[in-house]
């Protein structure tokens, strides 16, 4: 019953900048811990930034400087802002949740967005 609904993928520029938003909605009691993971062509799966909910933050070496992840709790979302975008960072972005559904009994689930294509290019 829980989803995650992934925005702001597109084309940019080398060099330029985009902001992804991720909103969580469903049956939600608390949500523990958002990401930011993105699978390149030809590439595995990798993390790309965390926040827990506590807002401590986890990066990449790789986009560290460039991206900067932040949540909203009230709204239930999380957004990663990327700066200085190379082509190296196109790939689709995934938005993962870490969180208790709700109901008579509460369970730990991982929901995972169906992504979002950022193409970093000239």
């Known amino acids: 019953q829980v989803q995650l609904v992934e925005s702001g993928g597109g084309l940019v520029q080398p060099g330029g900048s985009l902001r992804l938003s991720c909103a969580a909605s469903?049956?939600?009691?608390?949500?523990?811990?958002m990401g930011w993971y993105r699978r390149a062509p030809g590439k595995e799966r990798e993390l790309v930034a965390a926040i827990t909910s506590g807002s401590d933050t986890n990066y990449a070496d790789s986009v560290k400087g460039r991206f900067t992840i932040s949540r909203d709790n009230a709204k239930n979302s999380v957004y990663l802002q990327m700066n200085s975008l190379k082509p190296e960072d196109t790939a689709v972005y995934y938005c993962?949740?870490?969180?208790?559904?709700?109901?008579?009994?509460?369970?730990?689930?991982?929901?995972w967005g169906q992504g979002t294509l950022i193409t970093v290019s000239s």
């Open positions: 993962n949740a870490g969180l208790e559904s709700s109901g008579y009994i509460r369970r730990y689930v991982e929901v």
């Open positions: 469903g049956s939600i009691f608390r949500i523990y811990s």
